[in-house]
């Protein structure tokens, strides 16, 4: 059972005093305890430091964040006087400005004088502008090179702590309402397992949600693979963010989806998502809703082989749920109008379809393969306002990963910046931030849920 900081069972046994004693024999260091989001409890365990590149800490994003943030975050300036001893929750750096490499000072001079107050499960978030809208190829050097920065940095933090790059566009209106949802989103234990990520966001304003504890409030959602996992766990934020869901999995799994669906009060369709048959089911199924704003194609499997020793059915079946039942739904829902206008399509890719991992070459094809979907499809979809995005968890606790030897296991879920397997809850707020319609001027991007993973393409 997760503790309600939503440890793992495997991190609670390297926590527990025999687990502490063995990894100190072994030299491995002590993972973190993340803070997660939960209702009611703060946002972050500290106040928010906002930053930019100009005289004094001025950038033209810094007054509007105070805006946004006001009301729900406790926010200081860089003259922080007698709050000077305190920890802070966050470091946020406005880079939109910098525009050749000395300008890029302001960046060193910030991190430099602050980094070292950040508290535990503390948060950075550097915003910078898309390269290739930053004008000058100069500026869009400079620009990229804001990765770097932020994927090093997040390797030097301790304690639970991350770091993230969200490239606006220089379009976005000065109320940055487009730009609102990302920024909630980073800074809140919603993040928790989310590290060194790059997210873009668009030039158009987003609409805020009536209330940002219910930021589904206005939401019909379909999850596939909703029956155990992080499938139900989807289902499970999006019901607490206010969306009304409704739930597929296969009929064999019927009686598990039966029980989430009446956990939560959602609808129940047991149905393949291979069959031709699920796109009119869902079309059914949505009626009473007038219609469906969230499709998250969560459902997979892994049929592991070594290519030489796969057989073609392990090789068909992947491919079938993995890429063909993913492509398949969205386009008949997008198609039939079942998918509403202002909508979003979310993936579940995996960190197999950017790294590749042995013995599964079917499963990393078909991950790599949504990856392709999304690039694909979110100018098609662009024109109807719906956006589409997916999430590459890394190593997450759930009964797939159950399957795998412990020893494999172990090496898998440590071999990262967070030192720890992430939680099916993970994955789900990430979807949950790109299923809002407050999300609306982000689309196309791939956000890997996965601890800043070690292994790389
Ligand atoms: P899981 O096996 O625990 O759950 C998957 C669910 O999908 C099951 O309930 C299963 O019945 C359902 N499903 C399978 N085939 C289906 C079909 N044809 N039609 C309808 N439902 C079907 O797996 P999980 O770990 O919760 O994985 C969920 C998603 O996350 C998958 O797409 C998986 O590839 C991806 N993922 C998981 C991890 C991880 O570490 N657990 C890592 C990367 C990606």
């Known amino acids: 059972m997760a503790s309600p900081l939503g440890k793992d069972p495997i991190s609670a046994l390297w926590t527990s005093g025999a687990g502490k004693f063995v990894t100190k024999q072994l030299g491995l260091p002590q993972p973190p305890e993340l803070y997660r989001y939960k209702p009611g409890k703060p946002l972050l365990l500290g106040p928010v430091l906002i930053g930019g590149s100009g005289p004094d800490g001025a950038g033209k994003l810094v007054e509007p964040l105070h805006h946004i943030l006001g009301e729900d975050y406790d926010l200081v300036t860089l003259n922080r006087g007698a709050r000077g001893a305190d920890k802070l929750g966050a470091l946020v750096f406005d880079a939109t400005e910098i525009a050749d490499p000395d300008g890029l000072f302001s960046l060193y001079q910030f991190f430099n004088a602050n980094i070292r107050s950040l508290g535990r499960s503390g948060r950075v978030v550097v915003i910078g502008t898309t390269p290739e809208e930053a004008g000058s190829p100069v500026a869009q050097a400079v620009q990229r090179g804001l990765e770097g920065f932020t994927r090093s940095l997040a390797k030097e933090l301790l304690g639970g702590s991350t770091v993230q790059l969200v490239y606006l566009s220089p379009n976005a209106s000065t109320g940055l309402s487009g730009l609102e949802s990302t920024v909630r989103f980073l800074l809140s234990g919603k993040s928790a397992y989310v590290d060194a990520q790059v997210i873009r ?257």
């Open 201 to 457: 966001v668009g030039g158009a304003d987003a609409k805020a949600p009536a209330d940002w504890k219910q930021p589904l409030a206005d939401r019909v959602a379909v999850v596939t693979g909703a029956a155990r996992g992080i499938g139900a766990a989807i289902a499970e934020t999006f019901v607490r963010d206010g969306a009304k869901v409704i739930v597929v999995d296969v009929p064999q799994a019927g009686e598990a989806l039966e029980a989430t669906a009446k956990r939560l009060g959602a609808v129940a369709v047991a149905a393949d998502v291979t069959s031709p048959d699920t796109v009119s089911a869902l079309a059914e199924a949505s009626k009473e809703f007038g219609g469906v704003d969230v499709l998250v194609n969560n459902a997979g499997i892994t049929r592991d082989k070594l290519l030489a020793n796969m057989d073609a059915a392990k090789w068909g079946a992947v491919i079938s749920v993995n890429l063909k039942a993913p492509l398949q739904l969205a386009n008949g829902l997008f198609e039939n109008g079942t998918l509403k206008d202002g909508g979003a399509v979310v993936d579940v890719a995996s960190m197999a379809g950017i790294a590749g991992n042995r013995g599964q070459t079917n499963y990393a094809l078909t991950k790599a393969g949504v990856i392709g979907l999304v690039n694909a499809y979110a100018p098609i979809y662009a024109q109807r306002n719906i956006t589409i995005n997916a999430v590459a968890p890394g190593y997450i606790h759930t009964p797939m990963t159950d399957a795998v030897p412990l020893l494999t296991r172990e090496v898998g879920r440590r071999l990262n910046s967070l030192l720890q397997g992430g939680l099916p809850v993970d994955v789900a707020e990430t979807i949950a931030y790109f299923a809002a319609s407050s999300s609306s001027s982000v689309t196309g991007n791939v956000v890997r849920v996965c601890g800043q993973m070690s292994l790389g393409a």
